[in-house]
């Protein structure tokens, strides 16, 4: 549908992207992009005012993953729950500046270990698995800035 590719084309023109993976079926289509500039949560916010909201997964090492329902199609809304990890902190993880976002880091179910390098009042975080939009809103709230870059394989947390 016309519509629908417009759709995919400008969500390409935010990521600043021409080359993508795609599968399709009768009511949404699966992008898989690898931005090669950084990108910001102002960006993903903009995707997903653009039209229905879209399933974003990010990682870091392999590309982003956007689900976008075509025109006319619905779904559910799928409600997403998330507990802020309550445990003690890994001495390796625990920064006091980026205490509450690396809580919800550590809520991601099964989370496999990554790397964190820290300077000043910015945390990069690397060799993390696959993150999801409402995970990285979360952090957002927790009042940082996010930057991704897929270059680097890396999140990067600003106060």
């Given at each position: 549908?016309?519509?629908?590719?417009?759709?995919?084309?400008?969500?390409?023109?935010?990521?600043?992207?021409?080359?993508?993976?795609?599968?399709?079926t009768?009511?949404?289509?699966?992008?898989?992009?690898?931005?090669?500039?950084?990108?910001?949560?102002?960006?993903?916010?903009?995707?997903?005012?653009?039209?229905?909201?879209?399933?974003?997964?990010?990682?870091?090492?392999?590309?982003?993953?956007?689900?976008c329902?075509?025109?006319?199609?619905?779904?559910?809304?799928?409600?997403?729950?998330?507990?802020?990890?309550?445990?003690d902190?890994?001495?390796?993880?625990?920064?006091?500046?980026?205490?509450?976002?690396?809580?919800?880091?550590?809520?991601?179910?099964?989370i496999?270990?990554?790397?964190?390098?820290?300077?000043?009042?910015?945390?990069?975080?690397?060799?993390?698995e696959?993150?999801?939009?409402?995970?990285?809103k979360?952090?957002e709230?927790?009042g940082?800035?996010?930057?991704?870059?897929?270059?680097?394989s890396?999140?990067?947390?600003?106060?």
């Amino acid at each position: 549908m016309e519509e629908d590719n417009a759709y995919m084309s400008d969500i390409l023109a935010v990521f600043k992207v021409t080359s993508f993976k795609l599968s399709e079926t009768e009511t949404r289509f699966k992008l898989i992009i690898n931005p090669t500039q950084p990108f910001s949560m102002q960006t993903l916010h903009k995707i997903q005012e653009m039209r229905d909201p879209v399933g974003i997964e990010i990682d870091v090492n392999s590309g982003v993953y956007l689900e976008c329902l075509k025109k006319g199609s619905s779904r559910k809304r799928r409600r997403i729950q998330f507990e802020s990890f309550e445990g003690d902190i890994p001495e390796k993880y625990n920064i006091p500046k980026f205490k509450k976002a690396m809580r919800e880091v550590l809520s991601i179910q099964d989370i496999c270990e990554f790397d964190i390098r820290v300077d000043g009042d910015v945390l990069t975080i690397s060799n993390l698995e696959s993150i999801s939009y409402p995970v990285l809103k979360r952090i957002e709230k927790t009042g940082c800035n996010i930057e991704i870059n897929m270059l680097k394989s890396a999140l990067i947390l600003s106060l």
